[in-house]
T-cell receptor, first 115, second 115 residues
Framework: GESVGLHLPTLSVQEGDNSIINCAYS??????FIWYKQESGKGPQFIID?????DKRQGQRVTVLLNKTVKHLSLQIAATQPGDSAVYFC??????????????FGRGTSLIVHP | GAGVSQSPRYKVTKRGQDVALRCDPI?????LYWYRQALGQGPEFLTY????????KSGLPNDRFSAERPEGSISTLTIQRTEQRDSAMYRC?????????????FGNGTRLTVT
């Protein structure tokens, strides 16, 4: 199968721990942000998104935090499970008032969950 | 429901041949994107459509690459006179709304190998 974990920042955690994956975005005009999970051999899968008028959004076991001042995005995964092992990408997108409509992806972080 | 479907899953071709990669988006999705993804990297934008109109092709590497979406649904990415450097995973994604905040949904990609 395909491996997308080569030469990526890696986060190793124990099953049951909380995980925090960080992302620095580049364009201050970006106003929509998305986290994707990519398992080996598959395409990126949407996890959660957040608009720039929010600083926090929660989903099922996941929370995204947005700090526009320092252009930083984080994904928190509660009670991490082996099935969470994957590469995680953040993506940013602009709007009609600035930035680019094209979702632009960050480098990715490989999350490894040890049972 | 059915997700984004790409075909073929794998394509091996000889240098100099033309290839056509197909994407069938989620029914009703307005926007369709083509990305290319190298191992260990995030998806890199190639081109996108709203309905049948190609909105942006700034990511296409050169004029050997072209894409169409004639009826606003299925799209084809064509690479003429393939070269070894074209070898990559090509990913298609669709989203519900073109210029508003909706996440991209990716297919599993076509792995192109040029020998």
């Amino acid at each position: 199968g395909e491996s997308v974990g080569l030469h990526l920042p890696t986060l190793s955690v124990q099953e049951g721990d909380n995980s925090i994956i960080n992302c620095a975005y580049s364009n201050s005009a970006s106003d929509y942000f998305i986290w994707y999970k990519q398992e080996s051999g598959k395409g990126p899968q949407f996890i959660i998104d957040i608009r720039s008028n929010m600083d926090k959004r929660q989903g099922q076991r996941v929370t995204v935090l947005l700090n526009k001042t320092v252009k930083h995005l984080s994904l928190q995964i509660a009670a991490t499970q082996p099935g969470d092992s994957a590469v995680y990408f953040c993506a940013e997108r602009g709007s009609a008032s600035g930035g680019s409509y094209i979702p632009t992806f960050g480098r990715g972080t490989s999350l490894i969950v040890h049972p | 429901g059915a997700g984004v479907s790409q075909s073929p899953r794998y394509k091996v071709t000889k240098r100099g041949q033309d290839v056509a990669l197909r994407c069938d988006p989620i029914s009703g999705h307005v926007s369709l994107y083509w990305y290319r993804q190298a191992l260990g990297q995030g998806p890199e934008f190639l081109t996108y459509f709203n309905y049948e109109a190609q909105q942006d092709k700034s990511g296409l590497p050169n004029d050997r690459f072209s894409a169409e979406r004639p009826e606003g649904s299925i799209s084809t990415l064509t690479i003429q006179r393939t070269e070894q450097r074209d070898s990559a995973m090509y990913r298609c994604a669709s989203s519900l709304e073109g210029e508003y905040n909706s996440p991209l949904h990716f297919g599993n990609g076509t792995r192109l190998t040029v020998t």
